[in-house]
């Protein structure tokens, strides 16, 4: 089958490596973009070779006009739940870049809309396809290090606007900083809005789904002068076990060129053992009673179909099994629900049980 792919909204500029897994795809046909400053295209017109009648500037003519199988999504994300309920009744596969949403009310409008369509909602996270992480999971689930009784999440970049699509770096303007999304509290913007999903939902992963009975998180919105934090801790008690969630912008370095210290990443413990799995890392550690001094794993790159979310959701359709893992409602609705019991927290200084139960 050859898949007709969409990209409807640039405000996270994401679409663009989403549009690039895409055009490299061997069935998928990149049908149209659609954006309403059409300056925000360019890029993906002159990487892609988008003739003038794939692009777009409404989202009704686009959806028209070329009839897609699935659209990918990148607004802002207190806009997800907006444009989910704009673009399911075209009757589509969905592929939304993270986050979920800016809070679970706002993540039961997507999956409802889409449900109605009998179509698939998939949420991407990118750190879902760090070779690393996947090793994880994967000893994880062979039980070399029993049952998973703590997670500890570090992790984020020098800033959202400190580079663009495929990791191009950028020097942000001050203007920029304030006319950005990502910097105004009514969008989602922040970093515990940014990234702390990546941790809860990929955590969730590795964790079996089991959910925390309480969450209490701090954030900085005192040193920044900005609307928006741009660190935050978040603690997670389960019924056994305390988790650690932390989020940043502003480190040393970006984990993708140079890993700054605090290391990003993940560090687990289990019952029997632990594992270290840093960001764009080719192994893992795994400490054991059979090797106390940690022993070096590799992680295999990964391949086709499971290499990125655009080839694995279309393989899931094309054999008409369930998105699983971090890109399932299932499982970033648990994310969801600690982002948004950390979010209240913060604002209210204390510790509150899980929302949404």
């Known amino acids: 089958m050859n898949w007709r792919v969409a990209g409807i909204n640039f405000d996270h500029f994401h679409m663009g490596d989403l549009l690039r ?8 046909e990149i049908v149209g973009i659609c954006d309403e400053k059409p300056e925000r295209m360019e890029e993906a017109i002159g990487n892609f070779s988008l003739s003038e009648d794939r692009v777009f500037t409404e989202v009704e003519s686009c959806l028209e006009r070329t009839q897609p199988d699935l659209v990918i999504l990148c607004p802002a994300a207190a806009r997800h739940a907006e444009w989910v309920e704009k673009v399911a009744p075209a009757g589509v596969h969905i592929l939304m870049e993270k986050p979920f949403a800016s809070c679970l009310f706002d993540a039961d409008r997507m999956i409802n809309a889409v449900e109605a369509t009998g179509k698939q909602l998939a949420i991407n996270w990118p750190l ?5 992480h996947a090793k994880t999971y994967e000893v994880i689930r062979s039980g070399a290090i029993g049952d998973v009784v703590e997670v500890h ?6 800033g959202p606007l400190w580079h663009g699509a495929d990791k191009i770096e950028k020097e ?11 910097y105004q509290r009514s969008e989602g913007g922040g970093s515990l809005q940014d990234y702390l999903g990546y941790g809860t939902t ?3 992963w590795f964790n079996g789904g089991t959910k925390p009975v309480e969450v209490m998180a701090m954030w900085d919105l005192e040193s920044n002068g900005l609307e928006v934090d741009e660190h935050s801790i978040t603690v997670a008690r389960y019924e056994i076990g305390l988790s650690k ?5 502003g480190t040393f370095s970006d984990p993708w060129t140079r890993q700054p210290q605090p290391k990003c990443g993940f560090v687990i413990r289990g019952s029997a053992g632990t594992i270290s799995s840093y960001d764009y890392d080719d192994f893992i ?3 054991t009673p059979g090797w106390p001094e940690g022993e070096r794993v590799e992680a295999p790159e990964l391949f086709a179909p499971r290499s990125n979310p655009v080839e694995y959701f279309i393989d899931c359709l094309e054999s008409g099994r369930p998105v699983e893992g971090p890109l399932s409602v299932e499982t970033s609705r648990i994310g969801q629900q600690i982002v948004d019991t950390a979010f209240q927290s913060a604002e209210q200084g204390r510790a509150l049980p899980l929302v949404g139960e």
């Open 21 to 28: 897994m895409a055009h490299e795809h061997p069935d998928v």
């Open 128 to 132: 879902r396809w760090c070779r690393s």
């Open 153 to 158: 999440f570090y992790d984020g970049n020098r």
């Open 172 to 182: 942000p303007t001050e203007e920029e900083k304030d006319q950005s999304w990502f």
């Open 202 to 204: 990929l955590g969730t």
């Open 245 to 249: 969630f932390e989020t940043r912008w």
């Open 285 to 287: 550690t795994v400490q």
